[in-house]
């Protein structure tokens, strides 16, 4: 261990441990609020939050846990499960790739040769993804993600009707990629539609401990450890946990695997999602957020959690205790 405190704070229980690390980086106020859709930026620049649910449904958490903010790209992890059930993984293939873009998550990118946006978890691919979602109309369409989210959360969901006309008014960015995409085939002429349903989806309102649900979920196969309702089938977890541990923090994508290395998603609402497979699901909220649309505090706390649980992927085998009572040691030091 590199600190001279790193003894005392891994050989705490885990309330302790995140409150520790909850005081560590209140105070830091790097990073700036998104401002880019009009009613984002009117958030509290202040609040934080972490929580941690295990596969056994044990849940923890500091800070503002139950503050509701809008759901954002983390939106494009669940929609993707979902046009993977609609579809099948060979079809979606056709539709949206998953090579990492290197680029910032509104890059308006095609593949050159494919056609196809790089990857589901930029705005390009998540537009094409949500252009796959299955229903016979706008509303049948919009009932089945929040029915989506309703799996996955253990309770019902809304939309933010403030947020969605404030991104809809503003989001000609999101809207020139789709044009660029009905162009070569890739989404079908009912592009206001899916727009909409894109922009609805990342309008859905949550708080970090749904966010903590929604991961701790995934880790448990898609089985929502707390409700033991299915929210996915467990053939496409695969499929999500890569495309989120190459793909899911857009241009900070490599460091992150490289430092942190478990699969996650961020959203410029703040919040972070964090999947370890088969233990827990994290969720960190805080607004500020870095040049890449990073939570700089959620990057921060995911960091050390991963270092001082010993979480990294590839850093040894993951101690798979019980975290409820476990006493933490880092991995690699027994
Ligand atoms: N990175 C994000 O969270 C972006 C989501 C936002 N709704 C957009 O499409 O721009």
Redesign the pocket.
Known sequence: MDNPGDSEIVSSPLPEFLNDLHSKYKSLQEGAVAN??PELAKVNPDLFSICIVTVDGQSYEVGDYKQLFTI???SKVFAYGLALEDHGRDYVLTRVGVEPTGEA??AIILDEQSKRPYNPMV?AG?IATTSLIKGAGATERLNRVLDMYRRYIGRDVFVDISLFTS?RST?H??RAMAHLMLNFGMIDQNIEESLDL??KQ?SAMVNCRDLAVMAATLANKGINPLTEERAVESRYIKDILSVMYTCGM?NFAGEWAYKIGIPAK????GGIIAVVPNQMGIGVFSPLLDIR?NSVRGVKVCEELSQRLGLHLFECSNSGGNFGETVFKPCGDE
């Open positions: 880019y859709i954002q790209s983390i998550f509104n705005n998540a991104e989001g960015r999101n894109y922009f990342c857009y961020s959203g410029v609402c649309g």
